[in-house]
């Protein structure tokens, strides 16, 4: 079956749902009952999403860091900022990745969790994938005109 990318790999919720739910909790430091009664999600629903990015979040950071460095023309002008925890150090480079990817192909601006998606094949919110995780291509061509080799 094929999935829309707006979608998470074996989640019945959209991506940018759960991506709320990560960024209330990392960024704004709630707690899973909160942003579950926020989104109108079961308590557990949420508490699963969460636990599943903390899990992840550590193999994230090292996924993305090389992928950023990777497909940024200028990985300094994207790279992200210090983070205290692994889970601000993860939203950090996944919006850095996005930004690199936004620049790349010049399309304006890409939310973090929709380039993350797509360069996951939707597995982004998958703890169990992460555990195995291998090094990835982007799946998108280089931009028209582009040097070769930089993709």
Known sequence: MLLAVSLALRRADAAAVIA???????AGGLGHRKIAAWLGRPASTVRGWLRAFA???QAMVEAFAVLVA??????????????QDVGGR?????AAYAAAVARRFDVGTLAWVRAAITATSGRLFSASWWAGAAQHELTL???????PGSR
Do not use: F
């Open 20 to 26: 709320a739910a990560v960024e209330a909790k990392v």
């Open 55 to 57: 899990a992840s979040a």
């Open 70 to 83: 990777r497909h940024a023309a200028d990985a300094a002008a994207v790279w992200p900022a210090a983070a």
């Open 90 to 94: 993860a939203l950090a480079v996944l």
């Open 141 to 147: 061509t280089p931009a028209p005109g582009a040097a």
